[in-house]
């Protein structure tokens, strides 16, 4: 499951890896493919794995430039769960509504 948070058209919990890919390809169509991500740091273990990254991205005469984080729950070696910590959430909010 993939936790995206707050109050926008993209915020929501995804189930499943088809599910998921998809959310992610409706961010890079509502940027117009200007969608990236700049990963900082990532620290891991057997259970947990945290990525720290920077988005950037335009959408609607908006533009999104914001660090955040992942968080990633493993189970046997593979992602089961995963939620996305935004530095200042009503901004992402506002960016995609």
Do not use: C
């Not at 890079?28 to 990963?39: A, I, N, P, Q």
């Amino acid at each position: 499951m993939w936790h995206s948070p707050g109050e926008h058209p993209l915020a929501g919990t995804y189930e499943g890896r088809a599910a998921t890919f998809e959310s992610f390809a409706e961010e890079f169509e509502r940027s117009s493919g200007t969608y990236g991500v700049e990963v900082h740091e990532v620290l891991a273990n057997d259970e947990r794995i945290v990525a720290f990254l920077h988005a950037t991205a335009d959408h609607e005469g908006k533009h999104l430039d914001q660090s955040y984080a992942i968080v990633f729950q493993l189970r046997d070696g593979k992602v089961q769960a995963a939620w996305e910590i935004w530095k200042d959430q009503s901004s992402v909010d506002d960016f995609w509504s």
